[in-house]
Nanobody
Framework: VQLQASGGGLVQAGGSLRLSCTASGRSFKSIGWFRQAPGREREFVAAINWSGGSTYYADSVKDRFTISRDNAKNTMELQMNSLKPEDTAVYYC????????????????????WGQGTLVTVSS
């Protein structure tokens, strides 16, 4: 699976951004986002099961971010509202053929596929 992420940019606190991830190649079970801020470890943001559509979020983004997918277009999106400076990070799209989205936050292994990162900068 090849993943192409887009949509990052600079926004003021309280603003919104939408990230997109387009997938090509073989099918997969789940797809989602991680992020990594400078000097910090990578952290889970949100994930969605491709066929069933169940969604899961990190507590830090719950009620502000919404993940969705369009099966016909093979695209997944992350709508980010009420952005905060602490949301500043490089966001990475990932997909996996085995791991259910429910377990992304606790999964100790790596994921099958990663896209290139897209930078989100939230100014205060």
């Amino acid at each position: 699976v090849q993943l192409q992420a887009s949509g990052g940019g600079l926004v003021q606190a309280g603003g919104s951004l939408r990230l997109s991830c387009t997938a090509s190649g073989r099918s997969f079970k789940s797809i989602g986002w991680f992020r990594q801020a400078p000097g910090r470890e990578r952290e889970f943001v949100a994930a969605i099961n491709w066929s069933g559509g169940s969604t899961y979020y990190a507590d830090s983004v719950k009620d502000r971010f919404t993940i969705s997918r369009d099966n016909a277009k093979n695209t997944m999106e992350l709508q980010m509202n009420s952005l905060k400076p602490e949301d500043t990070a490089v966001y990475y799209c990932a997909a996996d053929s085995f791991v259910d989205a429910k377990f992304w936050d606790s999964w100790g292994g790596d994921f099958d596929n990663w896209g290139q990162g897209t930078l989100v900068t939230v100014s205060s």
